[in-house]
């Protein structure tokens, strides 16, 4: 999948389900892949098939409970905090991000830090999800601090995406000399990038009616 080649890795993850047919992680490895292909309809399938799948294990909670957060199923919060009891500290992440999505951004925050606690690795979509629940209660100062987190553990294009909510903290906290700034920077390094371009010059007007 890395060198780009979609239909080997396919291929790959079938002849892997072949060999085990009841490891959930293949299942959500191949769902992965065809929602990259914009697949939905196999990518559903694939989620279908998984959750007819035995759950024994805290790990297998955990695993069974990633598949109901993509399903969107309610009952999912339920099964994660399980597994979280049962020594499955990565249930934290997607704890926080169901709170996260109910718009509970301090309780989201709580759970972030508490999968960080328990010596989880630190990622990119992990920071770039604290800083916007940072940003959302007005913890301007901490959401900032988050990005700079994140950009330090962060590919180029996941640096985009903190980038990009970076302009966005600025700007919400009023400080559009510095979103302007960052924008700036940004289109220095991606020129191509028109969402930003359009951001950059609505914070221009904003600077030229403030002076």
């Given amino acids: 999948l890395n060198i780009g080649g979609i239909q080997m890795s396919r291929d790959d993850y079938d002849r892997a389900l072949a060999l085990e047919p009841e490891n959930i992680n293949i299942y959500l490895g ?3 892949l065809m929602k990259l292909q914009n697949d939905e309809i196999g990518a559903a399938a694939v989620l279908s098939q998984a959750e007819r799948l035995p759950v024994e294990t805290a790990e297998d909670r955990l695993l069974y409970a990633k ?12 099964l994660l905090l399980s597994a979280a009891e049962e020594g499955s500290t990565q249930a934290y992440f997607y704890l926080g991000e169901v709170e996260r999505e109910k718009g509970n951004y301090e309780q989201a925050l709580t759970y972030y830090n508490a999968y960080l606690e328990w010596g989880n690795p630190e990622s990119s979509a ?5 800083a916007v629940c940072g940003m959302e209660i007005g913890n301007y100062d901490e959401a900032l601090a988050d990005i700079q987190r994140g950009l330090l553990v962060s590919t180029p294009e996941q640096a985009k995406t903190l980038r990009h909510n ?4 600025y700007e919400k906290q009023g400080d559009f000399e510095s979103a302007c700034e960052k924008a700036a920077e940004f289109l220095e390094d ?12 609505f914070l221009s007007t904003r600077i030229d009616t403030a002076g």
């Fill in 126 to 130: 992990l920071y770039n999800q604290m």
């Fill in 166 to 169: 970076e302009v966005a903290i």
């Fill in 30 to 32: 191949k769902y992965a």
């Fill in 67 to 78: 598949i109901q957060y993509y399903q969107e199923d309610e009952s999912a919060g339920e």
């Fill in 190 to 201: 991606y020129p191509e990038d028109e969402r930003m371009l359009r951001e950059y010059e």
